[in-house]
């Protein structure tokens, strides 16, 4: 049975890296914005975290803890490769706080 605490981590290290490049449809972009920490290196540290995770637990998850490890080192290369540089197309602070489809905090 998945451990919802690792589970939990997971998507968080996945929100915080998808938020850090301008995702606007991560619940955490707003905070981050606002914090000044929009940025590709933020997100490469993300995945990073689940890089280590990957390798320190291999062979002690079960097949959804697995999975869900895997899906999130996926998104967040492929939404670092989309990326150009060290700030490429992250949103300002200004940018979110105008998005009328993003609640502001």
């Not at 451990?3 to 997971?10: A, S, T």
């Not at 990073?48 to 080192?73: I, S």
């Amino acid at each position: 049975m998945p451990d919802p605490r690792f589970i939990g981590l997971i998507h968080s290290l996945r929100s915080s890296a998808e938020a850090a490049l301008g995702d606007l449809a991560s619940p955490m972009v707003t905070r981050l914005a606002r914090d000044g920490v929009l940025a590709r290196t933020t997100a490469t540290r993300s995945l990073d975290l689940l890089d280590l995770l990957f390798d320190k637990t291999r062979g002690n998850l079960d097949a959804t803890e697995r999975d869900a490890l895997v899906r999130a080192r996926e998104a967040v290369r492929a939404a670092l490769a989309a990326t150009v540089g060290p700030d490429a197309d992250a949103p300002s602070a200004d940018d979110v706080a105008t998005d009328p489809s993003r609640p502001v905090n």
